[in-house]
């Protein structure tokens, strides 16, 4: 019975406006519509109004048309495209996860609380240590806590603030946590929630204050009437946070040695449906086609067969997004999109 309903949307769509894609006969609609029904199934979609619907349907044929062009165009890289979670958002509310531009590189020039790299900090333990080695990845050791969402919310510092305090603690003391980004909506309040933020405020809350436990405050997308964390509750704090110098060998200095590494970059559109390969945006797109900014983990790093070599990079855009459960393999040592502009490595 959906396919009935289904169909004579596709079709009052295709009314409204030109299609970009060839299949737009009858046939091709009742495919896109089984294709549909088949993503509402997968990922438990339903709506509450036949308004709803028509919203949703028309953002994932958006999303679908977006796709094949990009797998078709192959501009960056060997990445390839696919469906997740996020292919009934409208372009409105995807870049509501992301950090408005006037943030790009401000994180240096504003910071008071990260320190630049030590120089202690900055060789590699042992002067006779060997070579870094060609692949290395966080996850392995089983200190890296799966991929969470940040849903329609600009809140993508805390997550990966959040991240990084996850794994540096996990690495420093043993013991895996589920930390609580809530903390920082409802608690930094030098921060704005879902209208964004910056790891030099939420780590300096962290390192005053501490993270409460995820199960204690859990994570609801906005910021909720008041602070919940008080004394009695079992918090994560971190030492310190340093800059790291932007360049890929001081990166993998500390992701060897110390732990993953958090990151600020730009977003152009065709990442919102990575689903595999190396991302490897244009130094074009990189300059003209940026939607915002995000903040990330990077957890490893390695070499396809290919050749391209790629940062191993947690992102918050939930399970259903990119490679093995919500992480993307992203250029590497090219600095694409400013991945390599500011990252900060933690003690805790």
């Known amino acids: 019975m959906f396919i009935i309903f289904v169909v004579p949307l596709f079709t009052k769509l295709q009314a409204e406006k030109v299609s970009r894609r060839a299949h737009t006969n009858e046939r091709g609609i009742q495919n896109i519509a089984k294709e549909y029904i088949a993503y509402t199934e997968k990922f438990d979609k339903s709506y509450a109004t036949s308004q709803e619907s028509l919203k949703r349907l028309n953002a994932y044929y958006n999303t679908d048309e977006n796709i094949a062009n990009w797998n078709i165009q192959n501009?960056?890289?060997?990445?390839?495209?696919?469906?997740?979670?996020?292919?009934?958002?409208?372009?409105?509310?995807?870049e509501k996860t992301l950090l408005p531009k006037s943030f790009y590189k401000r994180l240096h020039k504003e910071a008071?609380?990260?320190e630049p790299i030590p120089e202690s900090l900055t060789a590699k333990k042992g002067?006779?240590?060997?070579?870094?080695?060609?692949?290395?990845?966080?996850?392995?050791?089983?200190?890296?806590?799966?991929?969470?969402?940040?849903?329609?919310?600009?809140?993508?510092?805390?997550?990966?603030?959040?991240?990084?305090?996850?794994?540096?603690?996990?690495?420093?003391?043993?013991?895996?946590?589920?930390?609580?980004?809530?903390?920082?909506?409802?608690?930094?309040?030098?921060?704005?929630?879902?209208?964004?933020?910056?790891?030099?405020?939420?780590?300096r809350y962290i390192h005053r204050n501490g993270l409460a436990n995820a199960v204690d405050l859990p994570y609801v997308a906005h910021r909720q009437n008041g602070c919940a964390v008080n004394d009695h509750w079992n918090t994560t704090r971190i030492k310190a946070a340093y800059?790291?110098?932007?360049?890929?060998?001081?990166?993998?200095?500390?992701?060897?040695?110390?732990?993953?590494?958090?990151?600020?970059?730009?977003?152009?559109?065709?990442?919102?449906?990575?689903k595999g390969g190396v991302f490897t945006p244009?130094?074009?797109a990189c300059k003209n086609e940026v939607i915002g900014l995000h903040a990330l983990l990077i957890t490893?790093?390695?070499?396809?067969?290919?050749?391209e070599k790629y940062w191993i990079v947690k992102n918050s855009w939930g399970n259903t997004w990119g490679v093995e459960h919500g992480y993307i393999y992203f250029a590497r040592g090219i600095n694409a999109c400013g991945i390599e502009d500011e990252p900060i490595g933690i003690l805790a």
């Not at 890289?77 to 696919?82: F, L, W």
């Not at 890929?248 to 730009?266: K, Q, T």
């Not at 490893?300 to 050749?307: F, I, R, V």
Request: proline letters at 3%; hydrophobic letters at 35%; charged letters at 25%.
């Open 75 to 94: 501009e960056h890289g060997s990445a390839e495209y696919g469906h997740n979670d996020m292919s009934d958002w409208t372009d409105e509310e995807f």
């Open 300 to 307: 490893g790093y390695g070499t396809s067969k290919t050749g």
């Open 243 to 274: 800059f790291l110098h932007h360049d890929e060998d001081s990166i993998i200095n500390w992701l060897v040695n110390f732990g993953p590494v958090n990151i600020g970059m730009a977003v152009i559109q065709p990442m919102r449906a990575y």
């Open 127 to 203: 002067e006779s240590s060997s070579p870094f080695p060609d692949f290395f990845d966080w996850r392995d050791k089983n200190v890296i806590t799966p991929v969470k969402a940040q849903g329609q919310c600009g809140s993508c510092w805390a997550f990966a603030s959040t991240a990084t305090v996850e794994a540096a603690w996990a690495i420093a003391h043993g013991e895996k946590r589920n930390l609580s980004e809530q903390t920082l909506l409802d608690c930094d309040l030098v921060d704005n929630a879902c209208d964004g933020g910056d790891e030099d405020k939420a780590f």
């Open 282 to 284: 244009s130094e074009y």
């Open 112 to 114: 008071e609380f990260i």
